[in-house]
């Protein structure tokens, strides 16, 4: 056997063990308790994946190689550590943004290598690639802009979008199918591209921000998907399993998303189609009966079970590790302290998990709202953290509601019910919460880092 068939077979063995790493990666990533093994097997396959890619194609140019991957780290590093964990649904937009102009590139780059030789089967999937990688950069761009807002976040719309939006998709396609067939039209490429970047940008303005999280995992698929064409493409086998496998899970998580918020996926994936939510007037005049820390851990001190349900504003604060201080104090008191997890509790899926993981409260203590939703009639305390829309009783009941139909924590069949926040602000559905104003509900206003704090100075230790 030659040196360089040996290296073929053992680029083989890694891409297996890179595919299957991939695989139990999204699994493990399923639950909190393996989730970092299943972020190190994903970090493990992609490696073995780029080594064997490095070895098997015999590189040209090492600078060139060296230079690219420094660029990439000093951007990618930084980012990571410095991004606010408030950001990741921009900072995974950007990713997206990158990860789908690398596959247009390539691409566009391959089908100017060998453009009189490319098969029809392979310009397919060609046009396949370069259609979603283009269009998924844009895209994300315009998400990542609108996340933080430098953009816009309402709906940008004018007459006649969907028709223009579809009309414009549809000739970029049909540039597409000539291409297919005659592959040597050369000059059809570009127009091709610009149409396939412009409609990214139409495609993303016409959706209000309240959207937006969702269609990141929608763009995630389509990224996903461009890179398994690539794969076919340049005939690499992992590359298509790797693509297969975000395509799909983008969009499962996707669809999990709109039934967890109640919003239709037609209306998401079709912008222009599904406006933006309506906010309802707050009720600024109505009564609500307010208490001091020292009275909150007076109530907590006579309680014997307690659910916490954490939001966004819990992410803001920062007030994870007070709470863990706070959960502490309470199962050392013999208190039964659960967590109840909305699934888009915050502004990303599992932003409450990663939250509460960072503090290390224990996963056994986590609920899901399925499992934990029956309990809340039994509980002396549901204590409501920087939540407001999760656990919103106007969903269940009040049709006009713009998160009418919604799946909520039943906060408020809680003996008592405590809301931590720093005013009567509504939350990201902008609109009012009956919680607030039930005579059972305590307003404690303040940051929760520091109202938390307050509390945990309060409590006696056992
Ligand atoms: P929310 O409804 O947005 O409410 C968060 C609350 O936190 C606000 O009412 C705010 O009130 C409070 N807050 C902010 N900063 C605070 C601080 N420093 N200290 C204390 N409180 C603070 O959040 P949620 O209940 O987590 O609901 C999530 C919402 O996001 C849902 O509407 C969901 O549909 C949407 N969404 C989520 C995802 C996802 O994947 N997770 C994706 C898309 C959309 P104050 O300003 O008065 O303090």
Partial sequence: MTEQTVVGHLVQYAYIIAA???????????SPATARRGVFAGEVGMLLAIVGTLLLHGIMNWEWMLAAALIGTAIGVPLAYKMPITAVPQQTALSHACGA??????????????????SAVTMVALIAETLLG????????????????????RPITYRNQNFINLTLFAIALGIGIRLIIVPTDTFLFP???GLALLFGVLLIIPIGGADM???IALLNSYAGLSACAMGFVLNNKLLVIAGALDGSSGLILSIIMCKAMNRSFIDVLFGAFGQAQTAKAGSAQRNVHS???????????????VIIVTGYGLAVAQ???????L???LMRRGVDVKFAIHPVAGRMPGHMNVLLAEADIPYDRLYEMDDINSDFAQCDVAMVIGANDVANPGARKDKDSPIYGMPILDVDRARTVMVIKRSMSPGFAGIDNELFYMDKTLMLFGDAKAFVSEIVKELPAA
């Fill in 319 to 325: 007030a994870q590790h007070k709470l863990r201080e």
């Fill in 101 to 118: 102009l690398a596959a247009a590139m390539v691409g566009t780059a391959e089908y100017y290598r060998d453009t009189a030789n490319l």
């Fill in 191 to 193: 127009i091709f591209a």
């Fill in 134 to 153: 283009f269009l998924t950069f844009t895209g994300s761009l315009m998400a990542a802009g609108k996340l933080q807002e430098v953009l816009p976040t």
């Fill in 20 to 30: 299957a790493l991939f695989i139990l990666s999204l699994k493990w990533m399923n």
């Fill in 213 to 215: 999280p969702t269609v």
């Fill in 327 to 329: 959960y502490d104090i």
């Fill in 291 to 305: 208490a001091s820390p020292e009275e909150a851990a007076l109530i907590l001190e006579s309680a014997s079970s």
